[in-house]
C-alpha cells in the first residue's frame, strides 16, 4: 500500500449531516429483532428459532441474507462509536450463529431455503445455475457470502476471534464442498450471482497465511467479466450491474495479495469503465438494476428505477483499493462524490429509512425502508454504509498525515490527536487543529480537489500565510507541530456543469463536489415508506408527463448564465430561462438534502426554434406509454433479475440475455418458464406477450394456470412483436395467476421480453 487508511475505531465523527446519518443508523440497527435474523440459520442447522423470520425477501427465497450484513453493520458501527449496546447486539448474534454452525457439524452456517439440498447437489457436480439461480435456489451463493463477508468483518473490525475461526471453519466448508469440482464446473456455477466470494477467500488466506485458501480464490474469480476486462475490453452492456462489482474487488484483492499486475490493471479499467463512461454526477450507475448503453443514457432520464445504492456501495469498496495502492487523487475525487451525492442521500434523515433505486427521471421520488418490512440488499448495504463514513477522510504513510476528505471529525494517530473543524460545503474551507503532547516532526496533506482552484488556494499555520506547494495532487505542510497547532486550508468552489457520458443535452449542476437538485413537491408519493411486498422498494407512484417537466431554452454551451446565487445562502441558487414559464426562478440546493419529495437532478436543454417540436413529440410517446400502464394490473420484464425474482420465477431448460438495451427469456427442447402475477385486485381480462419474431423453428404455448389460452407462432420478418390473448372467464376472481410458456412442437420459443396482465383491450 501507498496510502494505509486508519481503522474506523482511530476516527470519530463529529456533528455533521454524516453523523447524524450515523445515529439514526445506530436507532436502526438496535430497532431490528436480532432472533428474527437469525431464525434462517438455526432453521439450517436444524435448530427450532426463537422467533419466526422477518418476512419480504427474508422469508420469500433470500432467507438470511440480511443477518449476514447485520454482522457486518453491527462490527462497523462498534468501530466507529464505541457504543456498548452495538457490541452486545454483536456478541450475541455471533453466539447464535456459532450454535447453528456446531449443530452443522461440519462448518456448514447459511439461512438459504432448502440449502441443504442445494449444495448436495452442487457437491455431486449437479449444477443447473442462472443469473439468479443455483439448482431452485435464490442466488444461494450470493446469500452465503454475506455470512462470510459479517463473520470476516466481525474479526477484523471487533476483534472477535470466535467470528475467525467460525469463518475459518466456513471456508473449509466451500473448501470441501467443491473439492471434486472441475474448473469448468466451478465457472458454469458462478454465472450465479454470487458477492464477492473470491474476495473473502483472499481475506481468509490473508488471516492464516495458507495458500490453500488462496488458489480457491482465484477458483472462484469468475472468468467471464475478467477476461474481457484483462483485453481491456467493455462487454459490461446488459449485464446485471451490482452482480459484476464484487467480482472485481475479488480480483484486485487477489492481484494485491499475489501482485499480479493483470488482474489489478483489469480492476483499474473496470473502475474506470464505470466511473468515466457509465456513471452519473451523483457517483450512481444503472438502470433496472443492468448496465445499459454507454453510448445511450436515455433510459437513466426516463425509468423510475435508476442508480442502486448497492452498486455504489461497492464502487466505494473498490475505489479505496485502487486508492491505497495508487495514492491517485482521482479516486479520491469519485469516492468524495459518490459519498455526498448518492450515499448520503439515501436515508431519511427523518425517519431512518434507507433507499433501493434513486430515480433520475424528472418529478419522480425515492421510496424509504422500515425497519420491520423492509429486507432488500440495499437494506443490507445500507446499514453498513452510514455506519463507515470515517474509514476514508485520513490516511498515512510513514511520517505523512493525509487528509482526503473535509468531515467534521477526531483522529487519534498514535500520539497525536486531530480535530477537523469545518462546515464544509457550507464554509469553503477546512482547520486541523492538532494536540500533540510534546513537538513532534511530519507533513500533513490535503487533498487538492478537482472542483478547486489551487491559485486561489490559501493556507495558513497559526494565523500566518503559508506558500501553497502542491505535490502528487496535495498541498503539503512539513514541520514540527507543536501542541495546539491549526492549520487551515480555503477550497474556493464554483458551479460548473455535468454531463451525462453519452453526449445528450442534459446536464445537471454542481458547486464544488455537491450535486445541485430542485424540489418538485410531495404529491402522489405512493409507497413511499416500504411495506413488505415483494416490489414494495420501486417508487411505483404516477409518473410525471416528461413534457410537462422543466426544460433550459438556450444555449449549452452557456448554461451557467442561467444560474444565480442567492444571498446569503451558500449552496442555493436560483435557476433561470425555464420552459414552462411557472418554473422560471426555481431553486437549485444540495440533492442530499432533499428527501421524502419529488425533485429533478438533469436538466434538458433546448433552443427555441426546436422547443414546440420536441415537446409535442414527447408528448406523444408519454401518452402512448401511460396508457398501456393504466391498462397494466401486472408485468414482468423477463431477463430482470429483480423482477423475475419478484415473481417467482421456475423455469427448466430456460436461457436469458439481453438485445438492444432490452432483456429476455427462452426455453429449449421440453423446456418452460413460468411466473406468479397478481391480478392486484383489478378486474383482468387478457394477456400481452411482447416478443421477437421471425426467429427460426420457434413457437410456444402460453399457458395460463396450466391452461392454454393461445401461441407466439412463427411471424416473417424479425422484429419486436406484440400478441394478446383472452383470458378465460374461469381465471376471474383470483389474486395470482401463473404464466407459463413453452416450446410447442418447435426447438425453442421465441425471445420472450415482456409479460403483462390487462384490464382491458390496449
Request: glycine letters at 8%.
Amino acid at each position: 500500500m501507498k496510502v494505509e487508511t486508519f481503522p474506523l475505531n482511530d476516527v470519530r465523527l463529529t456533528q455533521s449531516p454524516f453523523k447524524h446519518a450515523e445515529d439514526l443508523d445506530v436507532r436502526y440497527l438496535l430497532g431490528l429483532d436480532p432472533d428474527r435474523l437469525l431464525a434462517p440459520y438455526l432453521k439450517g442447522a436444524g435448530l427450532e428459532p426463537k422467533a419466526d423470520n422477518y418476512t419480504n425477501w427474508e422469508n420469500t427465497g433470500l432467507d438470511g441474507h440480511i443477518g449476514g450484513h447485520y454482522v457486518s453493520a453491527l462490527s462497523y458501527m462498534y468501530a466507529a462509536t464505541g457504543d456498548e449496546e452495538i457490541k452486545q447486539r454483536l456478541d450475541y448474534m455471533l453466539s447464535e450463529l456459532k450454535r447453528a454452525q456446531d449443530a452443522a457439524g461440519d462448518g456448514y452456517l447459511c439461512g438459504a431455503p432448502n440449502g441443504r439440498k442445494i449444495w448436495e447437489a452442487v457437491s455431486k457436480g449437479d449444477i443447473q445455475a442462472s443469473s439468479f439461480g443455483l439448482n431452485g435456489g435464490w442466488v444461494p451463493l450470493y446469500n452465503i457470502h454475506k455470512t462470510y463477508a459479517g463473520l470476516r468483518d466481525a474479526y477484523l473490525l471487533a476483534g472477535s476471534k470466535e467470528a475467525r475461526d467460525m469463518l475459518v471453519k466456513l471456508t473449509d466448508w466451500m473448501m470441501n464442498l467443491t473439492k471434486d469440482l472441475s474448473d469448468e464446473q466451478i465457472q458454469d456455477m458462478l454465472r450465479s450471482e454470487h458477492g464477492g466470494l473470491n474476495e473473502v477467500f483472499a481475506d481468509v488466506a490473508d488471516l492464516t497465511g495458507k495458500d490453500n485458501y488462496l488458489q480457491l480464490a482465484r477458483r472462484f474469480s469468475h472468468r467471464e467479466i475478467l477476461d474481457p476486462l484483462l483485453e481491456h475490453e467493455d462487454r459490461l452492456t446488459g449485464k446485471h450491474a451490482n452482480t459484476q462489482i464484487p467480482k472485481v474487488i475479488g480480483y484486485k484483492r487477489i492481484a494485491d495479495l499475489q501482485g499480479d499486475e493483470g488482474w489489478d490493471d483489469a480492476a483499474r479499467f473496470f473502475w474506470e469503465t464505470v466511473v468515466e463512461r457509465r456513471s452519473i454526477s451523483i457517483g450512481g450507475n444503472s438502470v433496472r438494476e443492468h448496465f445499459h448503453p454507454s453510448e445511450d443514457f436515455s433510459s437513466m432520464l426516463t425509468s423510475e428505477q435508476g442508480p442502486e445504492t448497492c452498486n455504489t456501495y461497492n464502487m466505494l469498496r473498490l475505489t479505496k483499493m485502487l486508492y491505497q495502492t495508487s495514492a491517485d487523487v482521482h479516486y479520491m475525487d469519485y469516492y468524495e462524490r459518490a459519498l455526498y451525492n448518492h450515499i448520503l442521500s439515501t436515508i431519511d434523515p427523518v425517519q431512518g429509512g434507507f433507499v433501493y433505486f434513486t430515480p433520475m427521471r424528472s418529478g419522480h421520488y425515492r421510496v424509504y425502508s422500515q425497519p420491520q418490512t423492509s429486507f432488500w440488499c440495499c437494506v443490507g448495504s445500507g446499514m453498513e454504509n452510514h455506519a463507515k463514513y470515517g474509514e476514508m477522510i485520513y490516511g498515512h504513510s510513514e511520517d505523512e498525515l493525509y487528509v482526503n476528505l473535509f468531515i467534521p471529525s477526531v483522529l487519534q494517530w498514535g500520539k497525536v490527536r486531530v480535530e477537523q473543524l469545518t462546515g464544509f460545503p457550507y464554509e469553503e474551507a477546512t482547520t486541523l487543529h492538532l494536540s500533540c503532547g510534546k513537538a513532534k516532526e511530519f507533513t500533513v496533506k490535503f487533498r487538492v480537489p478537482e472542483w478547486t482552484d489551487v491559485s486561489q488556494m490559501e493556507l495558513t499555520v497559526n494565523g500566518t500565510a503559508q506558500p501553497v506547494s502542491v505535490s502528487g495532487g496535495y498541498v503539503t505542510v512539513s514541520r514540527k507541530w507543536a501542541d495546539g497547532d491549526e492549520v487551515r486550508l480555503t477550497l474556493p468552489m464554483s458551479l460548473r456543469v455535468a454531463a451525462l457520458p453519452d453526449g445528450s443535452d442534459n446536464y445537471s449542476f454542481m458547486y464544488g463536489p455537491i450535486v445541485l437538485a430542485s424540489r418538485m413537491g410531495k404529491q402522489e408519493q405512493v409507497g413511499l415508506f416500504a411495506d413488505d411486498s415483494r416490489g414494495g422498494h420501486v417508487a411505483s407512484g404516477p409518473q410525471w408527463p416528461l413534457q410537462d417537466m422543466p426544460v433550459i431554452v438556450g444555449d449549452k454551451d452557456d448554461l451557467l448564465s442561467h444560474i444565480e446565487k442567492v444571498e446569503g445562502k451558500p449552496l442555493e441558487f436560483k435557476l433561470r430561462g425555464v420552459y414552462p414559464e411557472r418554473y422560471e426562478g426555481m431553486t437549485l440546493e444540495p440533492f442530499n438534502c432533499l428527501y421524502e419529495c419529488r425533485y429533478m437532478v438533469y436538466w434538458p436543454v433546448i433552443s427555441p426554434d426546436k422547443l414546440k417540436a420536441q415537446q409535442e413529440a414527447l408528448a406523444r410517446s408519454e401518452r402512448e406509454k401511460n396508457e398501456l400502464e393504466a391498462a397494466t394490473a401486472d408485468k414482468v420484464i423477463c431477463g430482470e433479475q429483480q423482477p423475475e425474482s419478484d415473481h417467482f420465477i421456475r423455469s427448466e431448460q430456460s436461457r436469458n440475455g439481453s438485445h438492444n438495451d432490452r432483456h429476455w427469456r427462452d426455453a429449449t427442447g421440453k423446456g418452460w418458464f413460468s411466473y406468479r402475477m397478481k391480478t392486484n385486485g383489478r378486474d383482468v381480462s387478457r394477456l400481452r406477450v411482447e416478443y421477437e419474431g421471425g426467429m427460426a423453428d420457434t413457437d410456444a404455448l402460453v399457458m395460463v394456470e396450466e391452461r392454454t389460452v393461445g401461441m407466439l407462432s412463427p411471424v416473417d420478418g424479425r422484429g419486436m412483436k406484440t400478441a394478446y390473448f383472452d383470458l378465460p372467464d374461469e381465471m376471474d376472481g383470483k389474486d395470482v395467476l401463473t404464466v407459463k410458456i413453452t416450446p410447442s412442437e418447435k426447438k425453442a420459443t421465441p425471445r420472450v421480453y415482456e409479460v403483462r396482465l390487462m384490464t382491458a383491450k390496449k
